[in-house]
């Protein structure tokens, strides 16, 4: 008998009491709690999308919340199922759902590869610095010739006596003006391998030019150029398997967006549920409207479908069975039910809708924006018919090995 159950049996409810000390906190009460946290900062946060300012305030609210404390490398599938949770309650709560892309890259994307790539000194002593959330990681990509193109990149790093330097460019990375470090992504001269290079943005050699999307506005992005940058060789990362260690933790990133869209669809049906049982027209309560009620059942569909989706993808990852159809399949449905939501909303609530204290206008632009940061609907759409091909090819082999066998 262990020390648990034998007090338990002394004591009547010890047992309940140890059983709900033990129990780990659910998807939905982390999604709760980061709603709750989000939600008191919500002025502040219209005011850093409307201003073009990093939101600090909402930063620093999920950061006291644990947000960065939800990331575990020893448990990637339990991390997506509770850091998405986490950007639900952020995207339902603050109504700026763009700003969820800060955290993705700083923590899930950054921390993450670091955690599950670095020389151990180099974790711990990266991971103390991140994790307090007082400085930001910026995660590079990106270039100028195409995001798509992303696994091909013209950054370089070239062998400098015992290190390294990194010249290049990267385009339209989330955080970059504001970033104190970065994750940048690159070719070994060398040997044509895929890195990943930790930067200090101070560093000689670094810059950064700010760039003006039309959404997403509370978390900046910039283009950053590097000419001649010095590496410490500890700082190059994912030697050897670069390339499966950025496509793990993409897979992992596009599953996010399911977890933001329903946290955005599920704000925007309540707004528009609000609305239409309290709005009069023609002495009727638009609810009762037939036309309304469709669009009303078409933002919950949308909502259920993709909140189902990730749920289908978060239960294939924890099953270890592949989910890069699922993880696309998520991406690029997402974020298109969306701004189709949004829209709904927005007639349902006529002038109203087109307000800027509304808030609608802003969801509409930050869903066209997370739309395409991560990958575009086509480039989804590449990766979803590449495994239907592989599925297919699969189960015609099988099929003949069956015939050849009977
Ligand atoms: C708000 C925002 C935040 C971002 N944050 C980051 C970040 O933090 N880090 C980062 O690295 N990147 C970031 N990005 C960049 C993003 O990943 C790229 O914009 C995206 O991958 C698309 O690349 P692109 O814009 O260069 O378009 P391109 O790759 O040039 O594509 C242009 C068009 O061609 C289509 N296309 C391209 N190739 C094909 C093909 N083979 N078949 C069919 N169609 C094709 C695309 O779908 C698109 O319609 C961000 C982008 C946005 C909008």
Request: hydrophobic letters at 30%.
């Given at each position: 008998m262990d020390t648990d159950t034998r007090s338990a049996s002394l004591v009547p409810g010890v047992a309940a009491v140890l059983a709900s000390a033990r129990r780990p906190e659910s998807a939905a009460d982390i999604r709760a709690r980061f709603e709750r946290a989000s939600a008191k900062v919500e002025q502040a946060s219209r005011h850093a999308w409307t201003n073009r300012t990093f939101n600090k305030v909402l930063w620093d609210a999920i950061v006291a919340e644990g947000i960065l404390d939800l990331i575990d490398a020893g448990d990637q599938a339990g991390t997506v199922a509770n850091f998405g949770a986490a950007l639900e309650g952020i995207a339902a709560g603050s109504g700026d759902p763009g700003f969820t892309i800060v955290p993705i890259t700083h923590g899930l994307l950054g921390m993450g590869v670091i955690a599950e790539a670095a020389a151990p000194e180099v974790r711990e002593q990266w991971l103390r610095r991140l994790s307090t959330g007082g400085e930001i990681l910026a995660f590079a990509l990106s270039e100028e010739h195409g995001g798509t193109d992303a696994l091909r990149p013209r950054t370089t790093i070239t062998r400098d006596g015992e290190d390294y330097r990194l010249d290049g460019v990267k385009w339209h990375i989330t955080s970059a003006p504001v970033a104190d470090v970065a994750l940048v992504w690159a070719k070994d001269a060398e040997n044509g391998e895929l890195v990943g290079v930790l930067v200090?943005?101070?560093?000689?050699?670094v810059s950064v030019t700010p760039l003006e999307p039309?959404?997403?506005?509370?978390a900046p992005v910039g283009r950053y150029a590097f000419e001649g940058v010095h590496i410490p060789h500890?700082?190059?990362?994912?030697?050897?398997r670069g390339k499966e260690l950025l496509n793990a933790a993409l897979r992992r990133e596009r599953i996010m967006a399911g977890f933001v869209g329903t946290g955005a669809m599920d704000r925007m049906l309540q707004h528009a549920m609000r609305f239409a049982a309290t709005r009069e027209a023609g002495g009727k309560?638009?609810?009762?409207?037939q036309h309304i009620q469709r669009r009303l059942c078409d933002i919950k569909l949308r909502l259920d479908s993709v909140r189902m989706l990730t749920a289908d993808a978060v239960a294939k990852m924890a099953a270890g069975q592949r989910y890069t159809l699922e993880a696309s399949q998520v991406k690029m449905t997402s974020m298109r039910a969306c701004m189709d939501a949004v829209t709904d909303t927005i007639q349902i609530c006529g002038s109203y809708g087109v307000q800027e204290d509304a808030g609608l206008y802003q969801m509409w632009l930050d869903a066209v924006c997370v739309s395409i940061a991560g990958g575009t609907e086509e480039a989804h759409r590449l990766v979803i018919m590449q495994e239907l091909v592989r599925d297919f090819a699969i189960r015609a082999a099988a099929e003949s090995d069956h015939a050849n066998a009977a």
């Open positions: 200090e943005t101070a560093s000689p050699g039309a959404g997403t506005r509370s500890r700082n190059v990362l994912g030697r050897g309560v638009i609810a009762y409207h």
